[in-house]
């Protein structure tokens, strides 16, 4: 997971930067590395401590890598300064106490290979893409979820292989957007957020945020949304069509309440966030008639809190995971 931009020029604006970081990639790149790592912290988080709400699962080991292609060409050497790259695909951040971490795989380790596979990249001739990363992250996922990882690394010219322990997760990827809208969104693969809800909340805040997305992935909300026939764009809003969407907002607001707290976040902080913050998140996404109002979002779930038994165990499994291979009515 990381951060995908074409110009360097973008990655400034939509930081608002100043116009001395505008003369300095490596702390653009700095920030970058960051945001990242806050979202692998909480991908890693959440998605491990809810394996078993999932059917789907893959190898999480803790880490968040990239591929030197999403790098526009002259911004290439400063990112090779900054995040190693003595291979096409490194790791870009490592989550504290993660397998990764104990295995000793370090931020800016370039990745040759894992399981035997080889990590390479065709590298784009003009511009930038995620293409390569994209199918590194392919790769690992579709290996065993239950099976160490055993992976070559390169730094400093020096190779090393490394067995990572067995940490199975709920099948996901996770990428931060670079813009100014306050978007999130999930198609099933992918789960993507918005650079902005770093710059304004806490990452307990924005694990309401990825949790919540992260749902709809569980649910398989999209490819449930395609198989009962529902269109998009502006007729998203009425008649079946509206009624199916709002639906899978309001599962997604209340399987994300058991995603935080399986993971260890206090529930109550998604029933503080749509009372405190809904406002704040523009147009769209969250204001669309396919969602509901951030005072029914946050009675919703603080309803759906009361109903989990005294006591119960973590990682709690609600029955609303039942729905997710039903098809929507």
């Known amino acids: 997971m990381t951060i995908t931009f074409r110009h360097i020029a973008a990655v400034l604006l939509a930081f608002g930067a100043c116009p001395a970081l505008a003369q300095d990639s490596a702390a653009t790149f700095d920030a970058l590395r960051e945001v990242d790592a806050r979202m692998a912290g909480i991908a890693y988080r959440l998605t491990t401590a809810n394996a078993a709400l999932c059917r789907d699962l893959a190898p999480t080991p803790g880490w968040a890598i990239h591929a030197l292609g999403q790098y526009d060409p002259s911004t290439r050497d400063q990112a090779r300064k900054t995040f190693g790259f003595e291979a096409p695909i490194a790791v870009e951040a490592v989550v504290p106490g993660s397998p990764a971490a104990a295995a000793g795989v370090r931020q800016n380790d370039s990745i040759i290979s894992v399981e035997g596979m080889p990590m390479r990249e065709t590298m784009p001739a003009k511009g930038s893409n995620s293409a390569g990363r994209d199918a590194a992250v392919e790769a690992i996922a579709a290996l065993p979820a239950g099976r160490p990882l055993r992976v070559q690394l390169l730094r400093d010219g020096r190779t090393r292989s490394v067995g990572i322990a ?42 309401v945020v990825v949790a919540h997305e992260l749902s709809h992935n569980i649910l398989h909300h999209a490819r449930r949304l395609d198989a009962a026939g529902v269109q998009r764009g502006l007729l998203a809003e009425v008649g079946r069509n509206g009624r199916l969407f709002r639906l899978t907002e309001d599962q997604a607001d209340l399987l994300g309440m058991h995603l935080l707290r399986n993971a260890g976040y206090d529930p109550q902080i998604a029933v503080r966030f749509w009372r405190e913050h809904g ?31 005294a006591g119960a165990a973590k990682p709690f499994v609600p029955p609303l995971i039942a729905e997710a291979d039903r098809p929507l009515e």
């Open 166 to 207: 067995a940490s199975p997760g709920c099948r996901s990827a996770f990428e931060v957007l670079i813009g100014p809208g306050m978007t999130a969104s999930a198609d099933g693969r992918i789960v993507q957020i918005g650079v902005r809800f770093f710059e304004r909340y806490t990452d307990d805040e924005v694990a």
């Open 279 to 309: 406002g704040d998140v523009d147009g769209g996404l969250f204001r669309s008639r396919t969602h509901p109002s951030s005072s029914a979002r946050a009675k919703a779930i603080e309803a759906e809190i009361a109903r989990i038994p």
